[in-house]
């Protein structure tokens, strides 16, 4: 168990329809990171968020957005959404400022576009 | 720009096997971390070890081991006597700490099959 949870391990949804992934974070970790996973673009980063800012941005959609919370739990929102955003989103967390850097990844949402 | 290149496609061999992944990437930084993950079916991303730049000593772990070679920009991974619950994609990633960005690039994977 990473101790990263996300919510919900599957989501199934209509194209144009809009969802939302949420992500806790490791106890004490002040950075959170998306990534998405598809068959033909891989494994690449979205968006990260430290402390809730937004400190950098990956190849993230025009109609995805993000969020931390003062909570430090972030969401990430997927709207207007098409066949091709059907893919495995990861959460990840991390202590930003101490040395160590891994990125400790929840077990992703599967998300289905139909 | 960083980049992470994992040549192997995919590899198959033979329960007791040794193997060995390979991982090239490039960066600009003088600072920075490799990473190998592993994503068994059932979906999630393990995190297996994290070197960094500065550090250029081999590691052993158990059956795994990891070989990071800055002349030749490579941190390849090894499984000495694999076993069918290797079986899994394996990623290899960077991350540049220069400027405090802390987001891993992943290479493409490697599938890895172990047959009983």
């Known amino acids: 168990d990473s101790g990263v949870t996300q919510t919900p391990k599957h989501l199934i949804t209509a194209t144009g329809q809009r969802v939302t992934l949420r992500c806790s974070p490791r106890s004490g970790d002040l950075s959170v990171y998306w990534y998405q996973q598809s068959l033909d673009q891989g494994l690449q980063f979205l968006i990260q968020?430290?402390?809730?800012?937004?400190?950098a941005k990956g190849n993230i959609l025009e109609r995805f957005s993000a969020q931390q919370f003062p909570d430090l739990h972030s969401e990430l929102n997927l709207s207007s959404l098409e066949l091709g955003d059907s893919a495995l989103y990861f959460c990840?967390?991390?202590?930003?400022?101490?040395?160590?850097?891994?990125?400790?990844f929840g077990q992703g949402t599967r998300l289905t576009v139909v | 720009a960083q980049k992470v290149t994992q040549a192997q496609t995919e590899i198959s061999v033979v329960e007791k096997e040794d193997v060995t992944l390979d991982c090239v990437y490039e960066t600009r930084d003088t600072t920075y971390y490799l990473f190998w993950y592993k994503q068994p079916p059932s979906g999630e991303l393990v995190f297996l070890i994290r070197?960094?730049?500065?550090?250029?000593q081999n590691e052993i772990s158990g059956r795994y081991s990891w070989n990071f070679q800055k002349s030749t920009s490579s941190f390849n991974f090894t499984i000495t006597a694999s076993q069918v619950v290797d079986s899994a994609v394996y990623f290899c990633?960077?991350?540049?700490?220069?400027?405090?960005?802390?987001?891993?690039?992943f290479g493409s994977g490697t599938r890895l099959q172990v047959q009983p």
């Open positions: 968020y430290y402390n809730g800012e937004e400190r």
């Open positions: 990840a967390s991390s202590d930003l400022q101490g040395i160590y850097t891994e990125a400790f």
């Open positions: 990633a960077l991350s540049e700490a220069a400027t405090g960005r802390r987001a891993l690039t």
């Open positions: 070197r960094n730049s500065f550090d250029e």
